[in-house]
Each structure stands twice: as C-alpha cells, then as structure tokens.
C-alpha cells in the first residue's frame, strides 16, 4: 500500500482557506486518496476521497495532481471547529474490503 | 452519512478485570468491522479485523487471546480487553462499511488503575 507523508503541523487563521498537502508518490493507478479529520478525543470523520479529478462538497475541496502523486486537502474558511489532527491515506484494500491505514497526519491549529 | 455507535464512551476499571466494549452499525449491516487502538498524541493503529461468523484477523504483534473479538451479527462487534493492565489504557476505536467508506464510532476511552 501507498505511503503518505504530510506536515506534522500547520496553523491558519480564522475565516482564511487553509491547505493541507499529501505526498503520496508511490500511488497506484487504482488508489484513491482519502482525507479525514479527528478533532480530540473523538473518532475520525470523513472529509472528502478522490481518483484522479479534483473533488468537492460542502466540507472541503481535494485538488490532485496530474501525476497523482501529491494532493492538497483545501478548507475554504476555516473556523475554530477545524482545529484538528487531518488524515491523507491512500485506500488498502484486502479482498474487497477498504481498511483505512493511518499516518502521523497534520496537527492543524486554526486561531482567531 | 451512516452511523457507528460505541458503549461505553469511557470506562474505567481495576488491573485484572476484563472489560467488553461494544462497536455497533446503526443503520446498515456490516459483515467487517475494524478496531483501531490510539495512544496519547499518536495516529490510530489497526488492531483487527472482525468478521461476521467467522474468526477475527489480527495485526501483527496483536494478542488475539487478550483482545477477544466477536462479531455474532451483522450489527454489533465486541471487543473484550481481558486481563486488562495499565498500559492497555488507551482510545478504542471502531470502524465499519463497505469497499468505498468507512464510518468510525466515537471512541472509548479506557483506563486501567
């Protein structure tokens, strides 16, 4: 399965897009990437996945890169309640089963 | 999007003791469910892979005898932590859903004293 690497950190500030990068250079031609998001001590949410075209609905937008091998997770204006630890995961699948593996992921702080 | 419950949200027990904590599918059937265990400022780590009327599939360095898992219906997993030490204190986390999504219960926060 692809690996992810991400920034351990990142702030932003309140009402501002925040961008959050994924690179995932050793992607498979049938992998999605995933995002999700887990504010503390709560169990992780899904953001938004994506193949190849950018993706997005009323939480974020997913923009990918061409070669697919990075990918950048946009919260347009983002508030107090996005602080969160966001999770970029390449989907693994064992006999049909998605099975999400997680990362260190981004600790994003978003400040008044 | 679909619904995954846990019970109990927090639980705190003796060193010894044995504690079961429930991961269910509120609003469709899952014949797989996952359990994650989390550390303080750590990611989620897979546990195991539980399978409706069949045995549980565990990670490596997983003790299948001290993490007992059932999953006897198509809506409920078990996940019983037997024995329990203080260094199994941790944030249990369960997931369930199909080939494209997966939806995560809330969590449980264990301590053991």
């Given amino acids: ?112 | 999007g679909a619904v995954v419950s846990q019970h109990p949200s927090r639980v705190i027990c003796k060193s010894g003791t044995s504690v079961k904590i429930e991961c269910r599918s509120l609003d469709f059937q899952a014949t797989t469910m996952f359990w994650y265990r989390q550390f303080p400022k750590k990611s989620l780590m897979l546990m195991a892979t539980s399978n409706e009327g069949s045995k549980a599939t565990y990670e490596q360095g997983v003790e299948k005898d001290k993490f007992l898992i059932n999953h006897a219906s198509l809506t409920l997993s078990t996940l019983t932590v037997t024995s329990a030490h203080p260094e199994d204190s941790s944030f249990y986390i369960c997931s369930a859903g199909s080939s494209y999504e997966q939806y995560f219960g809330p969590g449980t926060r264990l301590t053991v004293t």
């Avoid at chain 1, 390449?90 to 702080?109: A, E, H, K």
Wanted: proline letters at 6%.
């Fill in chain 1, 1 to 112: 399965d692809a690996k992810t690497t991400q920034p351990p950190s990142m702030d932003c500030a309140e009402g501002r897009a925040a961008n959050l990068p994924c690179n995932h250079s050793t992607i498979s031609g049938n992998e999605y990437v995933y995002w999700y998001r887990q504010i503390h001590s709560q169990g992780p949410q899904y953001i938004i996945h994506g193949l190849k075209n950018n993706e997005t609905n009323e939480m974020a937008s997913l923009i990918i890169t061409e070669d697919r091998k990075s990918s950048t997770l946009i919260l347009p204006h983002a508030t107090l309640r996005d602080t969160a630890v966001y999770y970029c995961i390449v989907r693994y699948s064992s006999g049909g089963s998605y099975i999400p593996t997680f990362g260190r992921g981004t600790s994003l702080i978003v400040h008044p």
